[in-house]
């Protein structure tokens, strides 16, 4: 019997169009769980083989049997594989393994810290780094700015990246890009104080050498946003003259400017990488600086694989705004809130204490309403560190906000629907007198989510004699048992309001 | 880009690995449920195939040569699958019960005898060795050249022109042995 070529080749189609589902085999998972051989030595790294051992004891202790089936993964042989994941039932989307549950926070302030200059100094923003930090920002003191990169292995002892190169650059942002980092920032030459800085990235593979990446020719003057992914790196910013654009990155920073030409209702709060690509959030509906719409805005999420053809996703019950957007636990988590953006750059807008509304998603099209995280207290003035404050890397999400009490309150969550009280311990002695700087300062500063806590910076109290002021940087130190011995923040005394009139509508004293 | 991501998984990053697998799992999926044709099966091939590249992959020399050297591996994984589930299989021709409960043969182009000649293909296709299945799938369905298929299955290209025309023979050999 013969069989032609295109009798060959159909059935051969037919057989692969029975393809299954092809996330049945998770190589994120596979690289946790499998030791790499050494190619000099022709054997495995002990290393690999003892963190490969502590996985599997780990995951074991911490999420029983529904995770034996990865753990077997951990097998250094290939032959050994066939009973681990490639069921044909498998067919969900792969999640990470189980975020390790923590019990609380040990808050303690980090002394001895580098955070004092003669100026004013902010931190901008920060990422987590293996178990510690890197945190980034400025100096201003006078005409001159210096940028400021600060390092941390473990969260509580800290050092600073030195060079001459940092005295004329200023930090806003940094992601964790390919198999190093990225920085957005200014760059202001010789003379700052002429006026005449630009935007700038660099970029460094270890975290201590840096090197200048920024676009050439570009004139983009506002970074709004970015986001680092698979596909490159992502800004969103606007150029002298207020035309909003992408810039876009591949891995070797070669980079292609996209006009962003959204509708005029349209706000872009921010990008994040996820779903086919990218992932851009805000709201519509958006009226201008003077315009008050009274029907408000509605919160939407648009998707794009290439920053240029845009579209925009389903979003169940989308509230007033979304304002970030995590991925967690294997899904994607858009915060925001039910409040409506009535009056784009108003300023004297005082808003109210608000909820966190959250969302989810699998894929980044179809979002699901899944929770609502409720503000210690909605009345009007108690603003600040009333209002949550979420912080989250890939396995949690951790919100902050004073409680009724004045006492700080945590919150965990591991899908961003259900959410877990989390205590918070005085470690330091701390007491209830120092609570706003210490722990949740009304001015909030970045909080920066690690593996082994989370970092936040309190401002030092203001001294107009003092010719070096500086951060005061918080630890709070995760903890899986809580000790004995330390006690939760006492509550904050009551703040008296100064709104009321005095006694018998007499003037007030100061 | 494709280099740069085998270069970064080399040297150890596992963004640059899970991007470069989620490059060609697709494809990798096809071939292999092409070569096997059983679900479960062709998800251990993907298995294997993947912890065997995250592994070998510090001894890639060439990062240029890594769509062979996947194909290696991946063929290589099918036969180990297929080695170690040395197991029958029971299939069932689709004959229908008359109503007097005799059976009957299905009728020739009807939804019945594609599925009777679907079913004869396969179990003609699984009887062949998967190195004769693997130089046809990559030839007629993946379209790859006899000199890429010489450079995956590291043997020489006159090799793989006869194991071409060794496993088309067999396989025709096969499915007259079938229909009989």
């Not at chain 1, 600060?150 to 509580?156: E, I, V």
């Not at chain 2, 179990?123 to 004769?132: C, G, I, M």
Request: net charge negative.
């Amino acid at each position: 019997m013969t069989l032609s070529d295109d009798e060959l080749r159909a059935h051969l189609e037919r057989r692969a169009a029975a393809t299954p589902p092809v996330d049945l085999a998770d190589p994120a998972r596979i690289v946790a769980s499998t030791p790499r051989r050494d190619p000099a030595r022709g054997r495995l790294r002990s290393i690999g083989i003892a963190s490969a051992a502590a996985s599997v004891v780990l995951a074991i202790v911490l999420v029983g049997s529904s995770v034996l089936r990865d753990a077997s993964l951990a097998s250094p042989s290939p032959a050994a594989s066939s009973l681990a994941v490639g069921t044909p039932s498998q067919t969900a989307p792969p999640t990470p393994p189980p975020a390790e549950v923590w019990k609380g926070l040990l808050w303690r302030e980090v002394a001895g810290a580098p955070f004092t200059f003669p100026g004013d100094t902010v931190v901008m923003d920060g990422i987590a780094d293996g178990d510690g930090f890197l945190v980034v920002g400025y100096t201003i003191n006078g005409n001159d700015v210096t940028g400021r990169i600060w390092r941390s292995a473990d969260g509580q002892s800290w050092r600073l990246v030195e060079g001459d190169w940092l005295e004329t650059a200023q930090f806003e942002r940094v992601l964790r890009f390919q198999d190093g980092y990225v920085m957005l920032g200014r760059e202001s030459g010789t003379d700052a104080g002429a006026g005449d800085s630009r935007q700038a990235v660099w970029w460094s593979v270890d975290g201590s050498t840096w090197v200048e990446r920024t676009p050439e020719g570009s004139d983009f003057l506002n970074p709004w946003s970015a986001a680092a992914g698979r596909s490159g790196l992502l800004i969103y910013s606007s150029d002298k003259v207020g035309h909003k654009h992408w810039l876009r990155s591949d891995a070797d920073f070669r980079w292609t400017r996209v006009d962003a030409d959204w509708p005029d209702d349209v706000r872009i709060f921010g990008v994040a990488a996820g779903g086919a690509g990218w992932l851009a959030f805000g709201a519509t509906g958006a009226g201008g600086p003077t315009t008050m719409r009274a029907e408000g805005t509605q919160g939407a999420i648009w998707t794009s694989s290439d920053a240029v053809s845009w579209v925009a996703a389903t979003v169940n019950e989308p509230g007033g705004q979304i304002h970030a957007i995590n991925e967690v636990g294997g899904r994607l988590v858009a915060l925001g809130s039910n409040s409506s953006l009535r009056c784009d750059g108003c300023l004297g807008t005082i808003p109210p204490p608000e909820a966190v509304v959250t969302w989810v998603s699998a894929d980044g099209q179809t979002w699901r309403r899944t929770g609502q995280l409720e503000p210690a207290s909605t009345r009007l003035g108690e603003t600040g560190a009333n209002s949550p404050q979420v912080t989250s890397d890939s396995s949690r999400l951790l919100a902050f906000n004073l409680a009724t009490t004045g006492q700080p309150m945590v919150r965990q969550s591991f899908d961003g629907a259900i959410w877990s009280e989390l205590p918070v311990l005085d470690a330091d002695g701390l007491g209830s007198g120092g609570l706003g700087i210490h722990v949740f300062p009304d001015v909030r500063t970045p909080l920066i989510l690690g593996h082994r806590g989370v970092i936040t910076f309190a401002e030092d109290p203001y001294d107009a004699d003092a010719t070096a002021r500086g951060l005061l940087p918080q630890f709070g130190a995760a903890a899986k048992f809580l000790p004995d011995g330390l006690r939760p923040f006492a509550s904050r005394p009551e703040i008296i309001p100064n709104d009321q009139p005095c006694p018998n509508q007499e003037p007030c004293g100061p | 880009m494709t280099d740069l991501l085998v270069e970064r998984a080399r040297r150890g990053d596992a963004d640059a690995f899970v991007a470069l697998i989620e490059e060609r799992q697709v494809a990798m999926a096809r071939v292999a449920t092409a070569i096997l044709g059983n679900e479960a099966d062709v998800a251990d091939a993907l298995q294997e195939t993947m912890v065997a590249l995250w592994r070998e992959l510090p001894r890639l020399r060439t990062v240029d040569r890594f769509p062979a050297w996947a194909d290696a591996i991946l063929v290589n994984a099918c036969r180990l699958v297929l080695r170690r589930r040395a197991r029958a299989r029971v299939r069932q021709v689709p004959l229908e019960s008359g109503p007097d409960g005799d059976l009957r043969l299905p009728v020739r182009g009807s939804p019945e005898a594609e599925l009777a000649d679907r079913d004869l293909f396969d179990r003609a296709f699984e009887t062949l060795s998967v190195d004769a299945r693997a130089v046809l799938v990559l030839h007629h369905l993946e379209g790859r050249s006899v000199v890429a298929i010489a450079e995956a299955l590291r043997i020489p290209a006159g090799t793989v022109k006869s194991r071409l025309f060794a496993a088309r023979r067999d396989l025709e050999r096969a499915l007259e042995r079938e229909r009989r």
